[in-house]
């Protein structure tokens, strides 16, 4: 099966691969921001991305209807994300009932992400967002060594360790895929596009509690 620009599910993955070896091996490079991120009060960049089909969406699609919970996610093969899934999965329930709406954005190209979506048991809507766009434009930095690798010694160029992770996942559902040094981050964004909770992650297993995002919703129903 061939995606919008003609590749097929293989060689997207093999571009994948090779971008998270390329960044892994040159280390992280964005971990400054270059300018005040949008703040709770400010309007939440309305970014156009493509969903799991390849049709271009605006995120104000979701929250033009109420209160939207909008995750950033790590990339696919990240240990940090599938705890993050542990976590949130239960949480959906209470999400919903409280009125909001999950969505959430990852580094992926749709036909990779709509597998793992469908494999993962992901039941909210996904966006795309292979370059980062929307991550930079909601303020999320690269990680740096200790925030994101801190239990191993890193060194710049380690082609031996990089071979030697990415061909032990291939094909598994810890690939390692797009760019490994990303930080996550969570958002609640009220009906019209107001940004009520603002959580960039400072390491990849910072998640924000259950509670705050309830508090968070309830706040921008206010």
Do not use: K, N
Request: aromatic share 8%; net charge negative; glycine share 8%.
């Amino acid at each position: 099966m061939t995606d919008a620009s003609g590749q097929d599910a293989e060689s997207r993955s093999q571009d994948a691969e090779e971008t998270w070896v390329r960044e892994f091996l040159a280390g992280p490079t964005r971990t400054r921001l270059g300018s005040l991120p949008p703040q709770p009060g400010d309007a939440a960049p309305d970014v156009e991305l493509p969903d799991t089909q390849g049709r271009p969406r605006r995120l104000s699609e979701w929250w033009s209807a109420g209160p939207v919970h909008l995750v950033f996610m790590r990339h696919f093969g990240c240990s940090c994300l599938a705890d993050r899934w542990q976590q949130l999965g239960p949480a959906l329930g209470r999400i919903a009932a409280a009125g909001a709406a999950t969505l959430a954005v990852c580094q992926s190209f749709p036909e990779l992400a709509a597998a793992v979506a469908t494999r993962r048991g992901y039941d909210f809507p996904l966006l795309c967002d292979p370059e980062r766009v929307a991550y930079a434009a909601f303020g999320l930095p690269e990680g740096s060594v200790a925030t994101i690798v801190h239990d191993f010694p890193w060194r710049p160029d380690d082609v031996d360790t990089a071979a030697a992770w990415t061909s032990s996942r291939r094909g598994t559902e810890r690939a390692l895929l797009d760019h490994p040094w990303q930080l996550p981050g969570e958002f609640v964004v009220a009906r019209g596009g107001r940004l009520e909770l603002t959580h960039r992650a400072q390491f990849c297993e910072d998640f924000p509690p259950t509670e705050v995002l309830l508090g968070a919703i309830a706040a921008a129903q206010a």
